[in-house]
């Protein structure tokens, strides 16, 4: 198939709970009176929209549009109330780097559980370790554990471990945005490489001048729907000035 990534009329809803004090006179009045719905956000709703192989698209929008969850339903870590998510290949997740991570055990120890996780044998994992460790950078810390890391740290070691599983989706999402310049032009120069090798890629971000460089397609999410979509300078102008219009 041509399609790495389809959605069709894809909505999540998720479920507000709200404490309560816990007092005799709260739960009594609870049982004497009629249950109410639980209170409810629609956190997306009708996406629909197809990314094909070797493709880059873009998302941007707002804090709170959608987008996380979006990327969530699409890495299979959440599944839709409503609708349907395919995904065809090898997905190479960076919603956040390090995620997936044991704090309790060691880098070394992470790398296996983390590609495993993504798909790698033992023998695969094997092959890789010393580049791997070596992109990373992160010296002897590699055989400590990881609760004792940086936020950087556990940044080069979740980006190694993506660098070398090969994805045959990449999902990135604001993954640029910790570690020092040269961890960033070093995470630039590898999503460039998935790219140039006909990778598909599905990048969420703030930096309208990555997208820009990045990505030939952008979708806006506002509150939980498509506001727009084309080509990535059209969209980001749209977004800028902040006037929706119908999607595409």
């Given at each position: 198939m041509d399609c790495a990534i389809r959605l069709c009329n894809v909505s999540k809803c998720y479920r507000i709970v709200r404490q309560q004090p816990f007092l005799a006179s709260t739960l009594f009045r609870a049982l004497l009176r009629r249950s109410r719905p639980p209170d409810v956000h629609w956190a997306l709703r009708d996406i629909s929209f197809d990314v094909q192989k070797g493709e880059a698209v873009g998302v941007i929008g707002s804090n709170g549009s959608g987008k996380s969850t979006l990327l969530s339903l699409i890495a299979r870590t959440s599944y839709p109330t409503s609708g349907e998510v395919h995904v065809h290949g090898r997905v190479g997740p960076l919603l956040e780097l390090g995620a997936g991570f044991a704090p309790e055990l060691t880098g070394l120890e992470n790398i296996y559980l983390n590609a495993s996780l993504l798909g790698l044998q033992r023998k695969e994992v094997d092959a890789k370790l010393d580049s791997i460790i070596a992109y990373a950078g992160i010296g002897d810390f590699v055989y400590s554990p990881l609760s004792t890391y940086s936020t950087g740290m556990s940044a080069r070691l979740g980006f190694a471990v993506i660098a070398h599983i090969d994805p045959d989706v990449l999902l990135v999402a604001e993954a640029l945005s910790v570690g020092d310049q040269d961890f960033q032009r070093k995470c630039m120069e590898t999503m460039e490489g998935f790219k140039r090798r006909?990778?598909?890629?599905?990048?969420?971000?703030?930096?309208?001048?990555?997208?820009?460089?990045?990505?030939?397609?952008t979708i806006w999410i506002d509150k939980g729907r498509i506001a727009a979509q084309g080509p990535s300078a059209d969209v980001i102008a749209h977004y800028t000035d902040r006037s929706p219009r119908p999607p595409s």
């Open positions: 006909g990778k598909t890629m599905f990048l969420v971000t703030h930096d309208m001048p990555l997208v820009q460089r990045m990505c030939e397609r």
